[in-house]
């Protein structure tokens, strides 16, 4: 039998939590500083202008007119275009009938203008890249010929 004076010593005292909870912080805190600082700036850049693309591809396909993407290297903007490039559309999202890359610090060369059949199709010989950049990093968009699938 045990006597009442005896101690149960089947868990942890509040100080060697606390301790244990610190290290961890410490770890974390080392772990997380050591991830390398990416800008994400590019990466969305890149989703809205592939969800550019896939805009104007589904306008061509629902409709009996080309649509489009166009881009001037000159003040790195682009925009939709419907039937040609000097008809500009507003994109979904956006305020104005252009969206402006260079703002970003963003620089993008590739197949653009970009026109799209009734069927979705690109008018392009062969698949084809749009290759954004920014310091150095780049994000690259591929383009089927065949099938217009934007990835």
Do not use: C
Not at 26 to 38: E, G, K, N
Not at 58 to 82: K, T
Not at 93 to 117: H, R, W
Request: charged share 15%; net charge positive.
């Amino acid at each position: 039998m045990r006597s009442p004076l005896s101690v149960d010593n089947r868990g942890f005292t509040l100080m060697e939590v606390i301790v244990v909870l610190i290290l961890m912080a410490i770890f974390a805190m080392l772990a997380v500083s050591r991830q390398p600082h990416t800008d994400m700036t590019l990466k969305a850049g890149a989703e809205v202008l592939k969800s550019h693309l896939r805009y104007a591809q589904a306008r061509a396909m629902s409709s009996d007119s080309i649509w489009g993407l166009s881009y001037d290297s000159g003040n790195g903007n682009y925009w939709l275009f419907r039937n040609e490039a000097s008809q500009r559309v507003t994109l979904p999202g956006e305020t104005q009938n252009s969206v402006n890359l260079m703002a970003k610090g963003i620089s993008l060369s590739g197949a653009l203008p970009l026109v799209f059949d009734a069927w979705g199709r690109p008018n392009l010989g062969a698949d084809a890249t749009i290759t954004l950049a920014k310091a150095g990093t780049t994000e690259t968009i591929t383009i089927r010929r065949n099938t217009g699938f934007i990835q």
